[in-house]
């Protein structure tokens, strides 16, 4: 990738595909191009998702604990949301 | 484990609900903040004499109606909104996003915000700021911050037209409870009211249509876009707007092409310059905070929180330039009245109108 998306669109582009997936799921994916980014943490990250929810662009659909008790959300984008990623980021 | 979890979601949801509400407040605070050292810096230096209608600088002449209400309001939005694009370009700076916001810049939900800026800087703030001058002249500068309040309302109908937010009963109950105490905040002022607070409603009305549209577009905008790079990309286009086109199309219908360079020229040389750069440092978290808070819990709520300036504006006005008297004309500026106090707690009531349904507290307590 010559040009990286900003963090911001990369995340929500994530979602892209209509497949669930958590704050930790993101950022696997984005480690490679984003780790060295001041703001990639789980607590930004999760922000960013959570906002998206409030905005109607991605949905909760399931929620675990993981190893060490803390709550994991799932979202996945709904049509509204996979709509305008298209429209919007890409 | 399933209840487990279903603790755990909501605590996380109040949480985050908190989180929003606590943006959505301080941008109200700060947005007073950014009004009252404004309305200070267009005391100082040369501004002060050139709202006094007197010569200034070295035997000028003394400007004309036109320049003072409008090319002024011009001049002093556009070094208030650079003054905040820097501090905001600083705290991406700070985090690591200059990057990110030169590609954003570049892309559609970037240009999406500049359309905000233009909409929101260079007409809602210069309009704001000719309602603000006006009614200073008129000795009432805390008449008009209500009337811009109204962009709540405008926000939360227009946030339900296009994006199809939620706008359920409750919440229109706390919108009109908001304005109706807005006004009892303003209304003390309206009785000495002169044609010069009019033209400034008038004006002040029309920066709470461009508010409103901003915020429920850009607020909109920020799940794209992080939120401090969002205000660096509106700050810095509305500063530059405001300073390179609509202070110069003003001044030259004001004064001549000559009015330019004067004016720009004694302005950056003033003393009230570091002022302004204060009233751009509160306006770079009162928009910052407001485009995240109406983010994270909705145009309708974040913009009422967001619209108890009409409390926090008159109030830092008057202690900048009436208790700390700075500028020396603390008689201009008495102390806020008892309906101003019994106001902002109305507009506190109908901002929890707005974020829970009163009904659905009371049928919880009979199920309890």
């Known amino acids: ?19 669930p997936d958590c704050a930790e799921g993101v950022m696997q994916d984005l480690r490679t191009d984003y780790g060295s980014y001041k703001l990639f943490t789980r607590k930004d990250i999760e922000e960013a998702l959570a906002t998206a929810k409030e905005n109607g662009l991605l949905n909760e659909c399931d929620w675990k604990l993981d190893a060490e008790g803390e709550l ?14 298209r429209r919007h980021i890409e | 484990m399933e209840a487990k979890v279903e603790t755990l979601r909501n605590q996380r949801r109040k949480r985050f609900m908190t989180r929003g509400i606590t943006f959505a407040v301080a941008s ?13 810096a267009e005391t100082q230096g040369v501004w002060g004499d050139w709202f006094a209608g007197t010569e200034w600088g070295n035997g000028h002449e003394a400007l004309n109606a036109f320049t003072i209400t409008f090319t002024l309001a011009a001049l002093a939005a556009g070094l208030n909104d650079l003054f905040s694009g ?3 370009i600083a705290v991406c700076a700070k985090n690591r996003q200059l990057g990110d916001f030169w590609k954003t810049l570049k892309t559609k939900p970037g240009r999406v915000m500049m359309l905000c800026a233009i909409i929101g800087g260079p007409f809602a703030t210069i309009c704001y700021v000719i309602g603000l001058n006006s009614a200073t002249a008129s000795g009432s500068p805390g008449v008009i911050v209500p009337i811009a309040a109204l962009n709540c309302a405008i ?4 946030g339900r037209i296009l994006f199809k937010q939620e706008l359920k009963a409750h919440k229109v109950v706390g919108i009109f409870v908001c304005l109706a105490s807005a006004a009892m905040i303003g209304g003390a002022s309206f009785a000495t009211m002169g044609p010069d607070a009019l033209l400034g409603c008038v004006f002040a009305f029309l920066a709470a249509f461009g508010w409103g549209f ?20 509106r700050q810095v286009t509305a500063g530059l707007l405001e300073l390179l086109i609509a202070f110069p199309v003003l001044a030259i219908m004001g004064g001549g092409i000559g009015s330019v360079p004067e004016l720009l020229g004694a302005a950056i040389t003033s003393p009230a310059l570091l002022i302004f750069a204060i009233s751009g440092l509160f306006a770079m978290p009162a928009y910052s905070f407001w485009y995240k808070g109406n983010s994270m819990c909705g145009t309708a709520l974040g913009m009422a929180c967001n619209g108890m300036y009409a409390f926090w504006g008159p109030l830092f006005i008057w202690i900048t330039l009436g208790v700390l008297n700075i500028g020396g004309m603390s008689a201009d500026y008495p102390p806020l009245t008892s309906a101003q106090w019994i106001g902002a707690i109305v507009m506190v009531i109908g901002i929890f109108c707005i974020a829970v349904n009163p009904l659905e507290i009371v049928r919880k307590k009979q199920e309890e």
């Open chain 2, 28 to 40: 109200g605070i700060c947005y007073g903040l950014y009004t009252g050292f404004l309305t200070l």
């Open chain 2, 155 to 158: 926000g939360a109908i227009l």
């Open chain 2, 86 to 88: 820097i501090w905001s």
């Open chain 1, 72 to 85: 994991q959300t799932f979202y996945a984008a709904n049509d509204f949301g996979k709509d305008m990623i």
């Open chain 2, 214 to 233: 901003e915020g429920c577009v850009a607020g909109f905008g920020t799940i794209l876009i992080d939120y401090r790079i969002g205000i660096a990309i």
């Open chain 1, 1 to 19: 990738m010559t040009s990286k998306l900003p963090l911001y669109y990369a995340i929500m582009r994530h979602f892209a595909d209509g497949k």
